[in-house]
């Protein structure tokens, strides 16, 4: 179901799939799904598949930065979002990039946390599934051919670092529990919640200083792409201001260098002390986590969820068995905050915890998107 002013591009037919598998992710059977539920219905939608199955990490990352594309009408990605991450930021180090951002990308849900999959089968009007049956209707999904734009976040860090992510950046509580649980992947999905009782356990809290810029207060006051730094790539070197060659990357325009104050009109919060920070851009941080009901694909918004110290282990696994229903809000919790947001920049008081990019781990350390 599309909101208004959503416009569609079509798959040609026949057409030609590019399918990149992890036979790793999630409780391993990725590529036995792939054969069983998905080959079979995209052979009767007349969509071809040549399927490169990645052996070690930065593989699809390689291969979708340095291949001629231009012979695959699609690149499919079954796995759980870290390919995908992979994939996205492959394709950002291309000099092409521009062009190759274009080619429609497809997610099949392959892995144990597989959020774009579920908010793109909400935001596509179906009822809430998980395993099978959400891999049957996003292949289904795939053998319509619709495709639309759909937001990227760019994130800078301290130590020069830039990703496009899709999902989300998080600090505290979830990427706890995303990272600690690595270790029960063979339980599928269910490693969230074992991870979700263990963390809540030991419930940490974190200082820092988080600032964002609120939809609502977007004014003519924020810099312009004048005063944006010099981009910095992946790992490369960043060119003087000025210099922008054809194929560099966006320029950051409503962000302020990371070591500078935020603009003036943004909104400092007042407390240091978090048990979690959530930037959220899709509906769902899990199959079973509805945690921004309101987000949409290309809504130009970041979805910012911030809980505050001081709240009891009780009620946090209250609003956690909400979210299941994207109730959450409803609670109306002191300790938990929800901003829509344009830009956000969080600074950590010490380098403490675990930050996660659409689900990998990052160091801790100052960034901003």
Known sequence: L???????????????????????????????????VVQPML??????????????????????????LSQWDTLVVMSGDGLLFEVVNGLMERPDWREAMKKPLCILPGGSGNA????????????????????????????????????????????GKRFFSFLGFGWGFISDVDIDSEKYRWLGSARFTLGT?????????????????????????SPGPRDAPAPVTNGHIPQPAGTAAPGSLPLDSLLA???????????????????????????????NLLMAPAARLHDGCIHLFYMKAGISRVTLLKL????????HLDLNCPHLSYVPVRAFRLEPRVAAGVMTVDGEALACEPVQG
């Open 2 to 36: 599309s909101p208004p002013g959503d416009s569609y591009g079509v798959l040609p037919r026949p057409c030609h799939a590019l399918v990149l598998l992890n036979p790793q992710s999630g409780s391993g059977r990725a590529l036995d799904d792939f054969q069983a």
């Open 43 to 68: 052979a009767e939608a007349d969509i071809a598949t040549t399927v490169f199955v990645t052996e070690r990490a930065h593989h699809a990352h390689e291969k979708v930065r340095d291949e001629d």
């Open 116 to 159: 774009l999959a579920a908010s793109i089968n909400y935001y596509a009007g179906y009822d809430h599934v998980a395993k099978k049956k959400l891999l049957t209707n996003c292949t289904f999904i795939l053998c319509k051919g619709l495709y639309t734009q759909m937001d990227l976040v760019s994130l800078s860090t301290a130590s």
């Open 197 to 221: 009782l263990q963390c809540l356990a030991k419930l940490r809290v974190y200082q820092g200083r988080l600032s964002y810029l609120p939809v609502a207060a977007e004014q003519s006051s």
């Open 257 to 287: 260098p990371l070591g500078q104050p935020v603009p003036a009109h943004w909104t400092v919060v007042p407390e240091e002390e978090f048990v979690l920070v959530y930037a959220i851009y899709q509906s769902h941080l899990g199959t």
């Open 320 to 327: 956690f068995l909400a979210m299941s229903r994207g109730t």
